[in-house]
C-alpha cells in the first residue's frame, strides 16, 4: 500500500503564489510517476501536471508558464509551485501516485493511490 498526503493548500489573492507538497509513504518503491490533478464541484478531475523518476515532466496547457511540478526523490515528496494565480485556479488539488507504470501520466485512471486533497482558494 501506498500513502499520499497533500499540504499547503490556502487562500492567496490573484496573482499571488502557492506551493503544494505531496509525500508519499508506504511501498513507493514501483511508483514511478506522481501527478497533481484537480477538481472543481460539479466538474471532472482534470489533469494538472505529472513528474516521472526518469524526470520526465507534463503540464496542462492552462497552468504551463504558471506552474512548476519538482520532485526530492530522497523524501519522496512532489511539489507543485503556483505562480499567478486565477480565480480559475480555485479548486481542490490532489497528488496521485502511479505505482504501475502507465504510461499515460496525464490520465486521471492511470494512478493507484490519491492523497485527500487540499483546497486552493484564490481571490480576485
Known amino acids: 500500500q501506498v500513502q499520499v498526503v497533500e499540504s499547503g493548500g490556502g487562500l492567496v489573492q490573484a496573482g499571488g503564489s502557492l506551493r503544494l507538497s505531496c509525500v508519499a509513504s508506504g511501498r513507493t518503491f514501483g511508483c514511478y510517476a506522481m501527478g497533481w490533478f484537480r477538481q472543481a464541484p460539479g466538474k471532472e478531475r482534470e489533469f494538472v501536471a505529472a513528474?516521472?523518476?526518469?524526470?520526465?515532466?507534463y503540464y496542462a496547457d492552462s497552468v504551463k508558464g504558471r506552474f512548476t511540478i519538482s520532485r526530492d526523490n530522497t523524501k519522496s515528496t512532489v511539489y507543485l509551485q503556483m505562480n499567478s494565480l486565477k480565480p480559475e485556479d480555485t479548486t481542490v488539488y490532489y497528488c496521485?501516485?502511479?505505482?504501475?507504470?502507465?504510461?499515460?501520466?496525464?490520465?486521471?485512471?492511470?494512478?493507484?493511490?490519491w492523497g485527500q486533497g487540499t483546497l486552493v482558494t484564490v481571490s480576485s
Open positions: 496521485a501516485a502511479d505505482c504501475h507504470n502507465s504510461y499515460a501520466y496525464t490520465v486521471q485512471r492511470s494512478y493507484d493511490y
Open positions: 513528474s516521472t523518476w526518469s524526470s520526465a515532466i
